[in-house]
């Protein structure tokens, strides 16, 4: 009798061991992958016990592999940038809902939605070459349709998700014939047929090859802070234009994510989002990328990202930029912008 007693309790023991360790891990797929970021899991297990399994892979491929784990997906949260991606996991039905009071009071409204919430935002400017073309000509996203121009706009892919938001604002803030003919207008003035990445264009509006091209403030911010001779050499000829300051503001894009459908540990989960938006966590997030915290108030210091000065961002919901995506590709394709 006493024998089995002891033996039930150490059943018992070890069951809730079992349950224990279950509820002190979390799984996250992640579509960032910055070396920073290390501190940022470090700092949550620290405080909470709860251990960070991380799946880093590219955007689209995390996004397909939770759509094709279905029911059985071990991932409890997404990670990823740019609006338009979130959506899309939205859309696919992969986010839950989350009623979290320290997401809604900390994230302004206009940077989450029902079910996914952005953590850190980025602008995308114009950059210009010094020598080849006057800031005053290109103040506004719609200025680089414009004529003068001609022979001197260089630009990424159309149908990747920073140009497609950007369009997606246009079309929010100035309906679809406004965004037709900055796409045809960009198009017309093109100075070689759209390639690379960001910092491809900056590189190459730099080296004189185009006049003006658009980037995110992070990959400049990464090339001011970069320890080649030769980049910080290059940066001496591009200058940097906060595009609609006049009107609408910069446009903006996110990084961002939430708590997945089935997820098997909510509970953590729910925890390591409220985290990412403590003011420690929005350092990390921030600064790791040069990038701007999604909460207000919250002191960074990136002396690059100074350096571009203060600027008006625009402030239309995350949602709309979601909205108008499938319509952005629409014209940009019908405007041959590839
Ligand atoms: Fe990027």
């Not at 992969?94 to 009623?99: G, K, N, Q, V």
């Not at 491809?200 to 509006?205: A, E, G, L, R, T």
């Not at 910080?232 to 006049?246: A, D, F, R, T």
Request: proline content about 4%; hydrophobic content about 40%.
């Amino acid at each position: 009798m006493k024998l089995s007693s002891t033996l039930i309790a150490a059943a018992i023991a070890m069951l809730s061991q079992g349950a224990l360790a279950e509820t002190n891990v979390l799984n996250l797929y992640s579509a960032r992958h910055y070396q920073t970021d290390e501190a940022l899991y470090a700092t949550f297990s620290q405080q909470t016990g709860i251990k960070i399994n991380r799946i880093e892979g590219k955007e689209d491929e995390l996004l397909e592999r939770i759509k094709n784990e279905g029911a059985n997906s071990p991932a409890d949260i997404f990670l990823t940038v740019d609006a338009a991606r979130l959506a899309k996991a939205h859309e696919l039905g992969l986010f839950a809902p989350l009623a979290s009071k320290t997401l809604e009071t900390r994230i302004p409204s206009y940077l989450r939605t029902e079910d996914w919430f952005s953590f850190s935002t980025r602008a995308r400017v114009i950059v210009y070459n010094k020598s080849a073309v006057k800031p005053e000509d290109i103040q506004n996203y719609t200025d680089l349709a414009d004529p003068k121009l001609k022979g001197k706009v260089c630009s990424r892919s159309g149908s990747h998700p920073y140009n497609l938001s950007l369009i997606a604002s246009i079309i929010a803030h100035q309906g679809e014939a406004q965004a037709e003919a900055m796409a045809r207008g960009m198009v017309a003035n093109f100075a070689r047929d759209p390639k690379g990445g960001d910092t491809d264009q900056i590189k190459s509006v730099a080296a004189g090859e185009c006049g003006v091209a658009l980037a995110n403030t992070y990959y400049v911010a990464r090339m001011l802070r970069s320890t080649k001779i030769n980049d910080l050499k290059m940066m001496e000829n591009v200058g940097v234009i906060w595009p609609n300051q006049s009107s609408t503001g910069t446009h903006i894009n996110v990084s961002g994510g939430g708590l997945l459908k089935t997820a098997p540990h909510k509970e953590a989960a729910v925890k390591f989002l409220e985290y990412l938006a403590s003011d420690q966590a929005q350092r990390y997030f921030a600064d790791g990328n040069n990038e701007w915290p999604a909460v207000e108030n919250v002191k960074v210091s990136n002396p690059a990202l100074e350096s571009l000065g203060k600027f008006k961002a625009d402030k239309l919901p995350v949602n709309n930029l979601a909205m108008y995506q499938a319509k952005a590709q629409i014209i940009l394709d019908r405007a041959g912008f590839k």
